[in-house]
């Protein structure tokens, strides 16, 4: 018992000392040291921050965030960039710091930076070996303008592969060029690192195409077996193969869902099933079909008629293909030419430059409709400035490809090159059908043959002042659709000859989504005849006859085909008389050129796909080499990103472009926004100081009063200042 109440005693005492300890001002800064040792060691395991930009300007987006998360091998970005610069470089440098941190708190171990001092001589030949420039900058010192070579670069590397940021001057775009640059080196090192989940190859043969004497068809699981095999060397593994024999029933739903083609077969009875023959190939929520055809053949010596399977001796090689376009960051897009498209090729008056400018992330491959179909490994198809018209053939190929989940980009102008008969007579202006009309007004677009001018546009300087260009629309952050990715934070952008487009029928059909991308001011008219395009030469109507015009238009959904049925190839007729000489047989050789023709028609969507309208061509032009036609080069890659799948390259451009400008630049409005910001906000923190001293000393009295009411200070200072007031 004594020592239960010696111990008892004791904590006692200690709890006593202790909180005696706590209650003397010593004691109260040893636990405050305490407190600002334990913050710190949490702050420097922990991250927080709060980005309260529009466009979070300052913070990661998804797609950055899950690159360097998901890296399978060590990535490192070397950072070459002197110190000590003078702005606007020196906030460049920190931005710099600041999204590699955060770069390195969003990534997985394999992620690391590190940054050399370029005032020493090994690591200036170290950048320049890795191929990192010297740029000259001016600089002010002493009252002194002079130059300085600055190092202003970074060097990523993954595996074997090296990727060389240059001349790092402005912070706009750093994050979608730090990224893109990632994606380049992963993708360089491994085609497949895009397919984290692996690929699903599932072969489709109906069991019931036997009964056409099918040549090849036994054979095409082994060949099948034999390419996955081959390709899993290469890709390490990651495919996986399975053989299907789906029923007669279950054909149409494959072809609604992947686009599979139809074979439909009668048997005696006159009964008719269906079968279907192609590869699929699934990774994730995305998939790619493989067709396969049936070429007739003849025997010659019994005179059976029968069927082989076309495609079995270029299967692995559609299959890589088809692979690289599920997983590579570098998309293909199909360029259609043979209607006077604008050239890939020609910088003046072509669309080269448009080229160049997505080179690091698309390839254009021309495809000319009217020879081949469109490629297997494509997701859009882009058509730019057509001045003659497709065929029927044409367009359902088009059409087909929207209905198995394709996007469509169209740059249409409104009218073709104008004609003049003689150097002196007046211009003339042909509006342009080009059979595209019938499928873009099946899903409720329709283009208007007439451009559109508007008073809130590019000026020229002449002589006499400055001349509206009222063909050459200059768009503010107020006339492109803030709320999409394509075109937010976005303004001044220039839009040359745009036509118009109506999507009211479009807003009506279900399933059919809509947003308006770009919009002319609500000065704005349209002009279809008796005009000539220059200024000077077009006048403006009476204010009653302005309104906004659409000029740029999004749509996506399901569609509906614009076709009842399949448009078959035109056969060659064979001549009705025989030519001298020709040998007994021919005509039953060429039997054998024909194929036996699936019923493939897709009169629906079988996934959802995007229609994107421009009204102009122009956009894609030699314009974009200019400085003012900056914004619209930043709206077309957003615009080819967005219909290729990659959205989050969108935001990462734009960061930091948002200007939240007035609608007004004059009256009171625009005076009293400006004198608020000049002298307003001084103003409210020097009242909002003084009013915390007058509540500071306030509740200063109110504390002495509470706790020492006979403490005369404050009647001596009342004392003081009526002694001073009679004075």
Same mark, same amino acid.
């Given at each position: 018992?004594?020592?239960?109440?010696?111990?008892?005693?004791?904590?006692?005492?200690?709890?006593?000392?202790?909180?005696?300890?706590?209650?003397?001002?010593?004691?109260?800064?040893?636990?405050?040291?305490?407190?600002?040792?334990?913050?710190?060691?949490?702050?420097?395991?922990?991250?927080?921050?709060?980005?309260?930009?529009?466009?979070?300007?300052?913070?990661?987006?998804?797609?950055?965030?899950?690159?360097?998360?998901?890296?399978?091998?060590?990535?490192?970005?070397?950072?070459?960039?002197?110190?000590?610069?003078?702005?606007?470089?020196?906030?460049?440098?920190?931005?710099?710091?600041?999204?590699?941190?955060?770069?390195?708190?969003?990534?997985?171990?394999?992620?690391?930076?590190?940054?050399?001092?370029?005032?020493?001589?090994?690591?200036?030949?170290?950048?320049?070996?890795?191929?990192?420039?010297?740029?000259?900058?001016?600089?002010?010192?002493?009252?002194?303008?002079?130059?300085?070579?600055?190092?202003?670069?970074?060097?990523?590397?993954?595996?074997?592969?090296?990727?060389?940021?240059?001349?790092?001057?402005?912070?706009?775009?750093?994050?979608?060029?730090?990224?893109?640059?990632?994606?380049?080196?992963?993708?360089?090192?491994?085609?497949?690192?895009?397919?984290?989940?692996?690929?699903?190859?599932?072969?489709?043969?109906?069991?019931?195409?036997?009964?056409?004497? !099918?040549?090849?068809?036994?054979?095409?699981?082994?060949?099948?077996?034999?390419?996955?095999?081959?390709?899993?060397?290469?890709?390490?593994?990651?495919?996986?193969?399975?053989?299907?024999?789906?029923?007669?029933?279950?054909?149409?739903?494959?072809?609604?869902?992947?686009?599979?083609?139809?074979?439909?077969?009668?048997?005696?009875?006159?009964?008719?099933?269906?079968?279907?023959?192609?590869?699929?190939?699934?990774?994730?929520?995305?998939?790619?079909?493989?067709?396969?055809?049936?070429?007739?053949?003849?025997?010659?010596?019994?005179?059976?008629?029968?069927?082989?399977?076309?495609?079995?001796?270029?299967?692995?090689?559609?299959?890589?293909?088809?692979?690289?376009?599920?997983?590579?960051?570098?998309?293909?897009?199909?360029?259609?030419?043979?209607?006077?498209?604008?050239?890939?090729?020609?910088?003046?008056?072509?669309?080269?430059?448009?080229?160049?400018?997505?080179?690091?992330?698309?390839?254009?491959?021309?495809?000319?409709?009217?020879?081949?179909?469109?490629?297997?490994?494509?997701?859009?198809?882009?058509?730019?400035?057509?001045?003659?018209?497709?065929?029927?053939?044409?367009?359902?190929?088009?059409?087909?490809?929207?209905?198995?989940?394709?996007?469509?980009?169209?740059?249409?102008?409104?009218?073709?090159?104008?004609?003049?008969?003689?150097?002196?007579?007046?211009?003339?202006?042909?509006?342009?059908?080009?059979?595209?009309?019938?499928?873009?007004?099946?899903?409720?677009?329709?283009?208007?043959?007439?451009?559109?001018?508007?008073?809130?546009?590019?000026?020229?300087?002449?002589?006499?002042?400055?001349?509206?260009?009222?063909?050459?629309?200059?768009?503010?952050?107020?006339?492109?659709?803030?709320?999409?990715?394509?075109?937010?934070?976005?303004?001044?952008?220039?839009?040359?000859?745009?036509?118009?487009?109506?999507?009211?029928?479009?807003?009506?059909?279900?399933?059919?989504?809509?947003?308006?991308?770009?919009?002319?001011?609500?000065?704005?008219?349209?002009?279809?005849?008796?005009?000539?395009?220059?200024?000077?030469?077009?006048?403006?109507?009476?204010?009653?006859?302005?309104?906004?015009?659409?000029?740029?238009?999004?749509?996506?959904?399901?569609?509906?085909?614009?076709?009842?049925?399949?448009?078959?190839?035109?056969?060659?007729?064979?001549?009705?008389?025989?030519?001298?000489?020709?040998?007994?047989?021919?005509?039953?050789?060429?039997?054998?050129?024909?194929?036996?023709?699936?019923?493939?028609?897709?009169?629906?969507?079988?996934?959802?796909?995007?229609?994107?309208?421009?009204?102009?061509?122009?956009?894609?032009?030699?314009?974009?080499?200019?400085?003012?036609?900056?914004?619209?080069?930043?709206?077309?890659?957003?615009?080819?990103?967005?219909?290729?799948?990659?959205?989050?390259?969108?935001?990462?451009?734009?960061?930091?472009?948002?200007?939240?400008?007035?609608?007004?630049?004059?009256?009171?409005?625009?005076?009293?926004?400006?004198?608020?910001?000049?002298?307003? !906000?001084?103003?409210?923190?020097?009242?909002?100081?003084?009013?915390?001293?007058?509540?500071?000393?306030?509740?200063?009295?109110?504390?002495?009063?509470?706790?020492?009411?006979?403490?005369?200070?404050?009647?001596?200072?009342?004392?003081?200042?009526?002694?001073?007031?009679?004075?």
């Amino acid at each position: 018992m004594n020592v239960k109440y010696a111990i008892k005693n004791t904590l006692k005492n200690m709890k006593e000392k202790f909180f005696s300890w706590l209650e003397n001002p010593r004691g109260t800064f040893v636990l405050f040291i305490l407190l600002l040792i334990l913050i710190n060691l949490v702050a420097s395991r922990s991250f927080i921050r709060w980005d309260i930009t529009s466009p979070k300007s300052y913070s990661l987006s998804q797609a950055s965030r899950q690159v360097v998360r998901t890296l399978d091998e060590p990535l490192s970005i070397k950072v070459f960039f002197t110190d000590n610069l003078q702005a606007p470089y020196s906030t460049v440098n920190q931005y710099v710091r600041d999204l590699l941190a955060e770069y390195k708190n969003a990534g997985s171990s394999n992620f690391s930076y590190e940054y050399f001092d370029m005032d020493k001589e090994e690591n200036q030949e170290l950048a320049a070996n890795y191929g990192v420039q010297q740029f000259q900058i001016r600089e002010i010192k002493n009252n002194e303008v002079g130059f300085k070579n600055a190092f202003m670069g970074l060097v990523i590397s993954y595996a074997d592969q090296v990727e060389i940021l240059n001349g790092l001057s402005s912070t706009d775009g750093l994050e979608y060029k730090i990224t893109t640059a990632i994606n380049k080196v992963i993708a360089g090192t491994n085609a497949l690192s895009g397919l984290s989940d692996g690929v699903a190859i599932t072969l489709y043969r109906s069991s019931n195409l036997k009964n056409l004497n !099918l040549s090849g068809y036994d054979e095409l699981e082994s060949i099948a077996k034999q390419s996955v095999n081959n390709l899993n060397k290469k890709y390490e593994g990651v495919l996986s193969l399975s053989i299907k024999d789906p029923a007669s029933s279950e054909v149409p739903m494959l072809q609604e869902k992947y686009g599979t083609p139809t074979f439909p077969l009668k048997d005696g009875n006159g009964n008719v099933s269906y079968g279907t023959l192609a590869i699929v190939m699934e990774s994730g929520e995305k998939s790619k079909m493989i067709p396969f055809q049936l070429g007739q053949t003849l025997d010659l010596m019994s005179g059976t008629i029968g069927y082989t399977v076309q495609g079995m001796e270029i299967l692995e090689e559609n299959m890589d293909e088809t692979l690289k376009a599920l997983a590579s960051n570098v998309s293909t897009i199909a360029y259609i030419t043979g209607h006077g498209e604008l050239s890939l090729s020609d910088e003046e008056n072509g669309a080269a430059i448009m080229t160049y400018m997505v080179q690091d992330r698309y390839t254009f491959k021309e495809v000319n409709l009217s020879e081949s179909d469109i490629p297997l490994n494509v997701e859009s198809v882009m058509i730019n400035g057509p001045k003659s018209a497709f065929t029927e053939l044409e367009l359902y190929k088009i059409d087909q490809f929207l209905m198995k989940g394709g996007n469509l980009i169209v740059f249409q102008d409104p009218f073709g090159d104008p004609q003049q008969d003689s150097p002196y007579s007046m211009p003339t202006y042909t509006p342009l059908q080009t059979g595209l009309e019938k499928i873009l007004e099946k899903n409720g677009i329709k283009m208007q043959n007439a451009y559109t001018m508007d008073k809130q546009c590019a000026k020229a300087q002449t002589q006499q002042g400055f001349q509206e260009i009222f063909y050459a629309p200059l768009l503010d952050n107020h006339l492109l659709n803030q709320k999409h990715v394509i075109s937010k934070n976005l303004g001044e952008t220039l839009i040359l000859q745009p036509g118009s487009i109506d999507v009211s029928e479009a807003k009506k059909i279900s399933g059919e989504n809509v947003t308006v991308l770009a919009r002319t001011s609500p000065k704005s008219w349209t002009v279809s005849e008796d005009f000539i395009l220059q200024p000077g030469f077009i006048t403006e109507p009476d204010a009653s006859q302005m309104k906004s015009e659409d000029i740029a238009v999004l749509v996506e959904g399901k569609f509906t085909s614009a076709f009842d049925k399949a448009v078959k190839a035109e056969k060659q007729k064979a001549s009705e008389e025989t030519n001298e000489g020709e040998e007994p047989g021919a005509e039953e050789e060429d039997k054998t050129n024909e194929t036996y023709e699936s019923d493939s028609h897709l009169s629906k969507s079988i996934q959802n796909g995007k229609i994107m309208v421009f009204s102009t061509s122009y956009v894609t032009g030699p314009l974009l080499a200019q400085q003012i036609s900056q914004t619209t080069g930043l709206l077309l890659e957003n615009a080819i990103d967005y219909m290729n799948d990659k959205a989050d390259l969108c935001t990462m451009r734009t960061k930091g472009l948002s200007l939240n400008t007035l609608k007004t630049n004059k009256g009171f409005l625009a005076n009293a926004v400006k004198y608020f910001n000049e002298i307003g !906000l001084a103003v409210i923190c020097a009242l909002v100081g003084l009013l915390v001293l007058v509540l500071r000393n306030r509740r200063k009295n109110q504390i002495r009063l509470q706790y020492n009411p006979e403490d005369d200070r404050e009647i001596i200072m009342e004392k003081k200042s009526l002694k001073g007031a009679r004075k």
